[in-house]
């Protein structure tokens, strides 16, 4: 079965500072991964999804993320966060039965 | 962007009550998708549908629980006899296809 472990519960960062999100998952076959990210009040907003190809891949909001197989593993990084940073960001892995597995999430607080 | 529209934001039931809770997808998007968060917990696939019926559905998803696409636009979950434990967000997703799921701001489901 499919699963994600997010193991940072929550990041406190500073604004301009570099940010990084830990994501490992588990699944047998070449998983399609995703970032997620939630603002109070808001939807789940997509920002960068892998699939195959270049492991490095780019999202919105200036988000980049890098899979790497050996390490089982999906971390979601920004150089420079922004105050408007602050929310609460879920990895998630999927398969093509169109259901997708979520991690915990993890809370960041961005301070001034 | 276009949005997936949840109503209401906010519902309060009694425990053993019925609850239907709204959403309309994207109007050109084909799969539709529950899921829902438990405070604290992670967020849960509940159920897909497409081409009127049911492609998956999660253990989670038992004969409590019923969805409809009652006018080709609307989208409801249905819970027949609520339990204290279905108290969550409830989220509903709508895609074309698997690449980019499009989530509400979703439904916060008080059961008293």
């Known amino acids: 079965a499919q699963s994600v472990t997010q193991p940072d519960i929550h990041i406190t960062v500073s604004e301009g500072a570099s940010l990084e999100l830990r994501c490992n998952y588990s699944y047998g076959a070449t998983p399609y991964l995703f970032w997620y990210v939630q603002s109070p009040g808001q939807g789940l907003q997509l920002l960068l999804k892998?699939?195959?190809?270049?492991?490095l891949v780019q999202g919105i909001k200036g988000f980049e993320a890098e899979f790497k197989r050996s390490q089982s593993s999906f971390n979601l990084r920004k150089p420079s966060v922004h105050w408007s940073d602050a929310a609460e960001y879920f990895c998630?892995?999927?398969?093509?039965?169109?259901?997708?597995?979520f991690g915990a999430g993890t809370t960041v607080t961005v301070r001034a | 962007e276009p949005e997936v529209t949840q109503t209401p934001s906010h519902q309060v039931t009694q425990m053993g009550q019925e609850v239907i809770l709204r959403c309309v997808p994207i109007?050109?998007?084909?799969?539709f998708y529950w899921y829902r968060q438990i405070l604290g917990q992670k967020v849960e696939f509940l159920v897909s549908?497409?081409?009127?019926?049911?492609?998956?559905k999660s253990e989670i998803f038992d004969d409590q629980f019923s969805v409809e696409r009652p006018d080709g636009s609307n989208f409801t979950l249905k819970i027949r006899s609520t339990k204290l434990e279905d108290s969550a967000m409830y989220f509903c997703a709508s895609s074309e296809g698997f690449e980019k799921l499009f989530f509400g701001s979703g439904t916060q489901l008080s059961v008293l």
């Open positions: 549908f497409y081409n009127n019926e049911i492609s998956e």
């Open positions: 892998y699939f195959s190809g270049d492991t």
């Open positions: 998630a892995v999927g398969s093509n039965d169109y259901k997708l597995s």
């Open positions: 109007s050109n998007h084909l799969y």
